[in-house]
């Protein structure tokens, strides 16, 4: 008998840090293989995963293992409202790396997430990414999915766009709402190892910056609701909406890695490499494991479906061509 691993269904997860989406399609029973340059992300990726991860910076041209499906989250810094919205002048720029992947592994199905922004200031980019995907024979779909609406005490928007040659159904929302209180009840009026307390200078900056801005009410998390969207720059810096809690004596404190952590949905068993800012950002760069694992049972189904229909009838869409100049690829 051939061992587990040999059948399951194998993942390449591009720009992988530390796992967030790979960790989704583990637990969903795919075999998931990481790709990613950061040390410290690649590290977490190894500790905590079972399939391997590679360090590496990737590049048009790069040599992919053998794969049924492509996921990947590729550097959204270019279209995020926040940066300089270089959309594909910007180096850091990953779909062009994502196409060419998809064009050698010709895999049965492809999903990347990135910033909800790509769809509105970067419309025209959405369409010409897609436009590609379709000519390597995809039917390609998308949708803007809110983590909150998947068992995460987050409101975290992200764009995921689905490739495939069959159907595919994006999950559907839960009924229950997950809190705040739900996730980090049993820390967020203590002080744990590693959390700082917020200076009086810090606490007068921030009441300054929410009183200018309006804010109903102030941006600390509220145990009785889902968090805001957790990032690299609100988990890390010391910026006015740094993600902090309200003790009960009054006092104002930063969250934890551990604390983020479950905010992002992942398992307390989960151990983050790196120093405190490497762990954070790989925190705010990942997808919620547990949208992850919704969006792996939806493509577990299309796999199925897939599997179900006898060779002579599958819907074929085969490649118009492989060669975009666009993307010079
Ligand atoms: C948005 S994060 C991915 C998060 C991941 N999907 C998760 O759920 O944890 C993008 C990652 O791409 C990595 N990256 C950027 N450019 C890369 C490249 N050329 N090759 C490999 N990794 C790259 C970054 O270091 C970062 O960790």
């Given at each position: 008998?051939?061992?587990?691993?040999?059948?399951?269904?194998?993942?390449?997860?591009?720009?992988?840090?530390?796992?967030?989406?790979?960790?989704?399609f583990e637990a969903a029973g795919f075999a998931t293989h990481g790709f990613e340059m950061v040390h410290s992300a690649v590290e977490t990726y190894r500790r905590n995963l079972k399939g391997p991860c590679e360090e590496v910076?990737?590049?048009?041209?790069?040599?992919?293992?053998?794969?049924?499906?492509?996921?990947?989250?590729?550097?959204?810094?270019?279209?995020?409202?926040?940066?300089?919205?270089?959309?594909?002048?910007?180096a850091r720029d990953g779909f062009p790396v994502f196409i060419d992947a998809v064009?050698?592994?010709?895999?049965?199905?492809?999903?990347?997430?990135?910033?909800?922004?790509?769809?509105?200031?970067?419309?025209?980019?959405?369409?010409?990414?897609?436009?590609?995907?379709?000519?390597?024979?995809?039917?390609?779909?998308?949708?803007?999915?809110?983590?909150?609406?998947y068992g995460v005490p987050q409101n975290r928007e992200r764009l995921v766009v689905v490739g495939h040659r069959s159907s595919f159904s994006f999950p559907r929302p839960e009924r229950e709402i997950t809190t705040v209180a739900d996730a980090i009840g049993d820390t967020m009026e203590t002080i744990p190892d590693g959390s700082r307390l917020l200076t009086p200078e810090q606490d007068a900056y921030i009441a300054e910056y929410e009183r200018k801005s309006h804010c109903a009410r102030p941006r600390d998390l509220h145990p009785d609701i889902p968090s805001r969207t957790v990032t690299?720059?609100?988990?890390?810096?010391?910026?006015?909406?740094?993600?902090?809690?309200?003790?009960?004596d009054g006092?104002?404190?930063?969250?934890?890695?551990?604390?983020?952590?479950?905010?992002?949905?992942?398992?307390?068993?989960?151990?983050f490499c790196g120093n405190e800012v490497q762990q954070f950002t790989q925190i705010?760069?990942?997808?919620?494991?547990?949208?992850?694992?919704?969006?792996?049972?939806?493509?577990?189904?299309?796999?199925?479906?897939?599997d179900a229909v006898p060779e002579q009838l599958a819907l074929r869409r085969r490649p118009r061509h492989v060669q975009t100049t666009l993307f010079n690829i």
């Open positions: 008998m051939r061992p587990r691993d040999d059948c399951r269904e194998k993942v390449v997860d591009l720009f992988a840090g530390c796992g967030g989406l790979s960790l989704g910076r990737l590049e048009v041209g790069f040599e992919y293992p053998v794969a049924d499906v492509v996921i990947g989250g590729p550097p959204c810094q270019p279209f995020s409202v926040r940066g300089k919205q270089q959309g594909m002048n910007d064009r050698r592994l010709n895999p049965r199905l492809f999903l990347f997430e990135n910033v909800r922004n790509l769809m509105f200031s970067h419309r025209w980019y959405l369409d010409l990414i897609i436009g590609e995907l379709e000519k390597l024979g995809y039917a390609v779909e998308f949708k803007c999915l809110n983590a909150v609406n690299c720059r609100n988990l890390a810096g010391a910026t006015s909406d740094m993600q902090r809690v309200r003790l009960p006092r104002r404190r930063r969250i934890t890695v551990r604390e983020a952590a479950r905010i992002q949905s992942f398992p307390d068993s989960f151990e705010g760069n990942a997808v919620p494991p547990l949208l992850a694992y919704r969006l792996a049972l939806a493509v577990r189904r299309t796999l199925e479906q897939m």
